[in-house]
């Protein structure tokens, strides 16, 4: 069996509001093969940040409840061990990268003094060695001058190249897994193609898995190796990208393939998903999609369990899966 660097099981976690509970996560498993990239996708509200969150133990303490679930992160159970340990692990083994750069840089040093910290801190090299070591990540990134980026304010770089940073800093540590949740998302789509292609080829050269959370079913299939669709807190379907694709059968996953606009040829009208997210804290009885859903029927009063289908890693949790559809 292929080794596991993260393996979340039925993971149930709410977060108690005001005057009643909201149900975020609804037993979520999935998990990352050694050098896998693994996408998570689904409409903003699905759950996918909060998942990622809690593969560190990153969320808030007392602001959530744990129903049930394991998540296990290359051998530590994350929901049991002590502060220390998921430092040390988050610093070394695990390397996360968001949305915006801005925020997990610091506005006030330089791109080269903060990587030689970041760098020293995992590694006994001089202050020289370690400028070495951040222009050669930087260089991996297709940053052509990688000392004069070095000496540059985050302010003074664009988006791109800032996300680009993050990247080779986030590699710095040799991490075993890299969790990025949108990192691609406030990019325009050309920046974002590259910045992902980078990533890809860094990735596989340093045989480093990636959790890669995004709400855009063109990103992440244009990335990842295998793909969990999340709607409302639920995996709802789960394969390999290709399979995926090109057979999806959850209706929700059709939707999504729908909505996302097609690069090669644009189609004169997206169809779409009717209607809204529900709102977590009033949740529907039985299929959480079913009121959006246009396969909908009377079995769907029930949750449908996420079910093993054909090859491993197949999964979906719906009554009426769309057997004969392909997408195209
Ligand atoms: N600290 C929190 N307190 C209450 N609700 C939260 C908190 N964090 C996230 N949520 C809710 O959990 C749901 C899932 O959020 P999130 O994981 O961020 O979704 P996604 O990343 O898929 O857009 C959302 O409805 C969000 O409002
Ligand atoms: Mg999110």
């Not at 998570?40 to 049930?68: N, Q």
């Not at 006994?124 to 052509?144: G, K, V, Y």
């Not at 340093?206 to 669709?229: E, G, K, W």
């Amino acid at each position: 069996m292929e080794e596991r660097v993260l393996s979340i099981e039925d993971l149930r976690l709410s977060f108690p509001l005001y005057q009643a509970e909201a149900q975020v996560l609804n037993s979520v498993s999935l998990h990352v093969n050694r050098g896998e990239i693994v996408g998570v996708v689904g409409e903003s509200g699905s759950g996918k940040s909060v998942t990622a969150m809690m593969a560190m133990r990153l969320l808030t303490p007392d602001t959530y409840r744990i129903h049930s679930g394991r998540v296990d992160l290359l051998g530590t159970d994350m929901l049991a061990a002590p502060e220390t340990t998921l430092r040390t692990l988050r610093g070394s083994k695990v390397a996360m990268i968001f949305q915006e750069p801005m925020t997990a840089l610091n506005p006030t040093r330089r791109i080269g003094k903060q990587m030689v910290d970041v760098i020293r801190q995992h590694r006994p090299l001089s202050q020289r060695e370690a400028r070495a070591h951040a222009a050669s990540l930087l260089a991996d990134m297709q940053i052509a001058d990688p000392l004069r980026v070095m000496d540059r304010y985050p302010f003074e770089l664009s988006g791109g190249m800032r996300q680009r940073v993050m990247i080779a800093l986030a590699f710095s540590c040799d991490p075993d897994l890299l969790i990025a949740d949108e990192p691609t998302t406030a990019l325009d789509v050309t920046v974002q193609r590259q910045v992902l292609r980078l990533l890809k080829q860094k990735a596989r050269a340093t045989n480093t898995a990636v959790l890669f959370i995004s709400h855009d079913m063109a990103v992440i299939s244009q990335l990842c190796d295998r793909l969990y669709v999340m709607y409302v807190g639920s995996v709802i379907e789960s394969g390999k990208t290709g399979t995926l694709l090109h057979h999806p059968q959850h209706p929700y996953t059709i939707g999504l393939l729908n909505s996302a606009p097609d690069t090669h040829e644009p189609r004169s009208a997206l169809p779409s998903i009717p209607g809204t997210v529900p709102n977590l804290a009033a949740l529907p009885t039985g299929c959480v999609f079913r009121e959006r859903c246009f396969a909908a029927g009377a079995a769907c009063g029930n949750v449908p369990p996420l079910r093993q289908i054909g090859e491993s890693d197949r999964a979906i949790a719906c009554w009426y899966p769309q057997l004969e559809n392909v997408h195209v």
